[in-house]
């Protein structure tokens, strides 16, 4: 059974209004958000945070988009977990993605639970948490709100955007939508639609969650639940789509926990089985249930062919924006044969794409770790689109 302990429910519900450590921008009644859904949200805000210094012209802006369960404190510590920013390993002085150098900006995404409107943030009819009632959304509604704060902070134009997973899908949306705003992106170890396979294994995730006798029809804010038990479930499923057979056999293989023979009982005998116990317990000290419902729908819905006449390369026919494809070999759930099809459609379009393909037994969360390669193409990149855009490149 998982130990999930007694969640900071409170603190965590507090977090969708009022983040800590965070920036907030906030759009009234006259500046809706126009949903795909067909509606219009107002109003709503934005956490964000931001690294390094814009500088006069207000060319060196990077956006960086987070992945599904990530969020946007991507650079500093986690006001709620206490924990390294989760891309620490690429952003900072002197690093790929240079805080010295660039001005950096990490929103979180609508629907999401850590300062953005979402489903538990309170709806202001209502005077209570959105929970159901808030619509659902897409990857192109994130990207029409983070466009709306960058016009709040009156940046017209990005130098890159980047990020990997759902934050790749955001950064193809970014092409698509605003080719003129973006100069370079790099999307890493996405695709352009979500194949059947990852709506299935979100489906699995959406329905432990919606098992859970605590998610009360989505409700549970408002009754003082919380479906812890379903959300580590979904967690656990997920996780082990982030890494690969060989990364787990390679840390993990069949040793037992804490124990040289069986205890021949459900317990977690196998290390495998505690790590993944693990990460379902302490996600939901963080996450927020229905946002979790929300954002894999969002990522089911992510098709850009469906919208450009079922092609991919009409969303990026002509564009000027400079791109570079990164996958990983071990990635089975977004594949190279995925990041392949994306430099076909780029190419196809008539748009500027290099390409790599990094060997690894890391898996999807590859893009997360310590990976050198990745840490040197995204340098070498970043580098080469600063000196065309005439950004200064420091002397190493």
């Known amino acids: 059974m998982v130990d999930l302990g007694t969640a900071p429910d409170v603190a965590r519900s507090r977090e969708a209004d009022e983040p800590r450590d965070s920036l907030v921008a906030r759009f009234g009644h006259d500046r809706p958000l126009k949903l795909d859904a067909g509606v219009e949200l107002s109003p709503f805000q934005i956490a964000y945070q931001t690294y390094g210094t814009l500088n006069a012209e207000r060319s060196n802006a990077v956006l960086i988009c987070h992945a599904l369960t990530g969020d946007h404190h991507v650079a500093n510590v986690h006001p709620v977990t206490g924990k390294s920013g989760w891309w620490e390993t690429l952003i900072g002085p002197g690093k ?20 953005t409107t979402g489903p538990a943030s309170t709806n202001p009819k209502t005077g209570k948490p959105w929970g159901l009632e808030f619509p659902v959304i897409t990857i192109r509604d994130m990207v029409r709100a983070q466009a709306m704060l960058l016009d709040e902070l009156k940046i017209d134009t990005l130098f ?14 970014w092409a698509a939508s605003y080719p003129r705003r973006v100069f370079a992106a790099l999307p890493i170890a996405a695709s352009t639609r979500h194949s059947a396979q990852n709506i299935a294994f979100h489906e699995v995730g959406r329905q432990a969650v919606m098992a859970d006798p605590e998610w009360r029809g989505g409700r549970y804010l408002v009754e003082g639940a919380n479906p812890r038990r379903g959300l580590a479930v979904a967690r656990m499923g997920a996780h082990i789509t982030y890494l690969s057979d060989a990364a787990l056999h390679r840390k993990f293989g069949r040793k037992y926990q804490d124990r040289s023979n069986p205890t021949f009982s459900f317990d977690a005998d196998f290390e495998v089985e505690s790590y993944l116990r693990h990460q379902g317990s302490s996600f939901v000290e963080r996450f927020d249930a229905n946002s979790y419902l929300y954002l894999t729908r969002a990522m089911d819905y992510f098709d850009i062919a469906a919208d450009y006449d079922g092609s991919v390369a009409n969303a990026f026919k002509g564009s000027e924006t400079r791109f570079c494809v990164v996958s990983f ?30 060997v690894t037994d890391k898996g999807h969360d590859a893009f997360l770790l310590e990976e050198p390669e990745l840490f040197a193409i995204v340098r070498g990149f970043l580098d080469g689109a600063a000196r065309v855009r005439g950004l200064p490149i420091p002397k190493r």
Do not use: K
């Open 96 to 115: 790929p993605i240079d805080t010295d150098r660039y001005f950096i900006i990490c929103p979180n995404v609508i629907g999401a639970c850590m300062g």
């Open 329 to 358: 070999t071990s990635d089975w759930l977004f594949p190279t044969s995925d990041s392949r099809a994306i430099v076909h459609a780029l190419n196809a379009g008539g748009a500027r794409v290099s390409f790599a393909e990094i």
């Open 160 to 173: 890159a955007v980047a990020g990997g997973s759902m934050g790749g899908m955001q950064v193809l949306q």
